[in-house]
């Protein structure tokens, strides 16, 4: 055996069992046997090495315990009394305990702090001193994928660890060697809390490695959300992010600072102060990768924020302010509270607001000012807060707890509630949360708002509200799902806004003129923001906001949290999202293989599947995931089939026979897609999966469905 060098009782213990093992690897290799696998015993707490051979039923290693002369090595798990030895350690803090280990009969204990500080390092050290195969290293990665993906504590990780070390001894004992954790950072003290940036160079090398952009892609358009979260319910410490994402990769969301405090940022200028020097930098100079020729032009596109926030960042009066319009110059009128009446206002420019032109609206001067940067057009009203939240709530509110005018019986609530509650086999799984009771509407999420008002009101609220209540609903539904669609918004956009002003006016009338408050009023310039940026999905806070939740769940105890959130970034959580493959190399699975039918004789040879799982979204001959337009013809999925020399997937289709308009106010509904449909053909048709291109959401009405196109995937 080679001389070891002089080191710790730990690593040179892990570094014999290295050379043993390569020894017997060497010896293995020379017998031509083959390469040992591992069996784990249901009936005994051990784990064995196994050669297989001609004789010997790898299947049945559980069963053949005993059978010593197939076996090879035998390693004893992890005690229980070690288990607990380490599940006491505080990964989180460096000033850890003593745990004794068992190796082979002798204990030893190990100090995990070492008596010298503690610093970060990679398992790969040991790899470039003793050469590691590919099976190792990719064993590492995937531990860290793991542990990263699921976020996994320390304490746990280092466990299974200890666990794995005796047949595995190339592992480290250790999580935060194997995560490679930050021993120190430059927390900063600034705007009154705790703050840490990252950098958005920093996340664009990782991201630009990882994620799939386009070869024609030059620019760069940066996306910047800032809100905040609280972080405990029994205290007031938030979390006040800067998160970023590009234009050019939808769904991958980053951030490039974090700040906790007990309160929001005092300072706006020190709390911005690096984020707009690296997006000046980036505007002038670019950004290039490193070993690659290619160079990208940086710009920031939209800052995105809720009325508070953008208030803050903006420095202008708060939405509750006589002049809080950021659209239009009105001074509001009280009545009990703040509420702007004119739907033709004059409207604010960049220029004006650069000049400060009305000086009643500002507070202070911006730091996005410096910026190459509309400070009007390109802060975009967020219409997850503005319409979701806002408007949406607020209509429900009305009517379970409105004037009498407005306000719902208590029968009609209920059976409004029984309909939806019936609705929600109906709904497509993409959809993760389904409807529920009306009376619980004070609870439900934005995305659930979003379902009642794009898909599910426009046909549960029928019947139940009165017609010009409904009428006023539908003329909201329609102008928002015309936004949120990139087919309609160029054809319908003029349409839509006239449609939001019209709501806003017949609203005033319905409900009072005391309810033009600032989001009601807001819905007039929602339409400009659709003509910058196109679907109002592009520049909407719910992506911003599921990682806020990834976020938070990273914070495992009171103490330090922004040091918790940034070793736990830095060790790879939050990046899985960064793995974005082609559309051409996502994966695409057949599931829940049945012989039940229907098919046809000339496809009698092919397999046949109750689910298709593709890119976008699953087919199925299930409820709720069964309505497609197949080849200009709307119907149900019957039966997935699978040629299995090809690989290519077919779908059994039967069309409805009768489809026609659901409504014709305040347009016919056929031009935006949305049918009422009944009658089934009776006969089928095969179609390869190719020619499934448009997944709708269908709803029972009366004696047929109301189906309309799904907008909306990404939510699983």
């Not at 798990?77 to 004794?100: F, H, I, K, Q």
């Not at 029968?411 to 709904?427: E, F, L, N, V």
């Not at 799982?613 to 709307?634: A, L, P, Q, T």
């Not at 048709?685 to 109301?706: C, E, Q």
């Amino acid at each position: 055996m080679s001389c070891l060098p002089p080191c710790s009782e730990r690593t040179k213990r892990r570094k014999v069992a290295a050379e043993v093992s390569k020894v017997v690897a060497e010896a293995i290799a020379e017998e031509s046997i083959d390469k040992p696998k591992c069996f784990a015993s249901d009936n005994c707490d051990s784990l064995y090495l196994c050669f297989p051979d001609a004789d010997f039923d790898n299947n049945n290693a559980a069963e053949a315990c005993g059978a010593s002369s197939h076996f090879l090595h035998e390693c004893e798990l992890t005690d229980d009394s070690n288990l607990n030895n380490l599940a006491n350690l505080d990964s989180d803090d460096p000033e850890s305990c003593v745990a004794d280990c068992d190796v082979d009969g002798e204990t030893f204990s190990v100090d995990f702090t070492d008596h010298i500080e503690w610093t970060s390092r990679d398992i790969e050290e040991f790899d470039n001193e003793e050469g590691s195969s590919d099976s190792e290293t990719s064993l590492h990665d995937s531990l860290v994928d793991w542990a990263t993906t699921y976020n996994i504590c320390q304490n746990a990780l280092s466990d299974l660890l200890k666990v794995l070390q005796p047949s595995l001894p190339e592992l480290p004992k250790d999580a935060r060697t194997l995560l490679s954790t930050q021993r120190r950072l430059e927390i900063k003290a600034i705007a009154g809390g705790e703050y840490y940036y990252f950098g958005i160079k920093f996340w664009l090398l990782i991201l630009l490695k990882k994620a799939s952009v386009l070869p024609s892609v030059e620019y760069l358009t940066l996306h910047a959300n800032i809100d905040g979260i609280p972080l405990f319910k029994s205290s007031n410490t938030c979390l006040w992010p800067i998160l970023c994402s590009v234009a050019e990769i939808k769904t991958v969301v980053f951030p490039a600072a974090v700040f906790c405090s007990s309160h929001k940022p005092d300072s706006v200028d020190a709390y911005l102060s690096d984020f707009i020097s690296e997006i000046k930098a980036l505007e002038q100079h670019g950004f290039s990768v490193p070993d690659s020729m290619k160079h990208y032009k940086v710009t920031l596109g939209a800052v995105i924020c809720d009325a508070p926030a953008r208030a803050i960042f903006k420095c202008i009066k708060g939405h509750n302010a006589y002049n809080s319009c950021e659209r239009c110059v009105q001074h509001g009128n009280w009545l009990s509270k703040i509420i702007f009446p004119s739907v033709s206002a004059p409207l604010r420019t960049d220029v004006d607001f650069i000049n400060r032109k009305d000086s009643s609206h500002h507070r202070a001067v911006s730091p996005f000012a410096e910026l190459h940067i509309g400070m009007i057009t390109n802060f975009p009203l967020d219409y997850m807060h503005l319409i979701c939240l806002g408007v949406m709530r607020r209509m429900l509110h009305l009517w379970v707890h409105g004037p009498h005018a407005c306000k719902l019986s208590h029968s009609t609530i209920s059976a409004i509630s029984d309909r939806m509650q019936a609705a929600r086999s109906y709904i497509p799984r993409e959809f993760s949360r389904k409807p529920r009771s009306l009376l619980e509407y004070k609870l439900w999420k934005a995305t659930e708002l979003r379902l009642f008002l794009v898909y599910t009101g426009q046909v549960i609220l029928k019947g139940f509200l009165s017609p010009k209540v409904y009428s006023n609903f539908l003329d909201l539904s329609v102008a928002v799902r015309l936004l949120l669609s990139p087919p309609l918004i160029e054809r319908y956009v003029d349409y839509a806004d006239k449609l939001l002003k019209y709501f806003v006016l017949s609203f005033c009338r319905i409900y009072g003129n005391d309810q033009l408050v600032y989001n009601v009023h807001s819905l007039i310039h929602v339409a400009d923001d659709a003509r910058n940026f196109g679907a109002l999905d592009n520049v909407s806070s719910f992506k911003y906001e599921n990682f806020l939740g990834k976020l938070k769940k990273l914070v495992r105890r009171p103490q330090s949290p922004c040091t918790q959130i940034v070793r736990r970034l830095l060790e790879g959580h939050g990046q899985s999202n960064f793995l974005e493959k082609p559309a051409s190399l996502q994966t695409k699975t057949f599931a829940r293989p049945h012989m039940a039918g229907p098919t046809t004789v000339a496809m009698s040879y092919c397999q046949q599947y109750k689910q298709y799982n593709g890119v976008r979204y699953v087919i199925s001959v299930s409820e709720g995931d069964n309505c497609f337009e197949v080849d200009g013809k709307i119907g149900l999925v019957r039966n997935i089939l699978k040629d299995n020399h090809s690989c290519i997937g077919y779908v059994v289709f039967e069309e409805f026979s009768a489809v026609d308009s659901y409504f014709v106010d305040p347009l016919d509904s056929k031009q935006i897609s949305i049918f009422f449909v009944s009658r089934l053909a009776g006969t089928t048709r095969v179609y390869p999966l190719a020619d499934v291109n448009i997944k709708y959401v269908k709803l029972p009405f009366k004696d047929g469905f109301v189906v309309m196109p799904q907008m909306h995937f990404n939510e699983m």
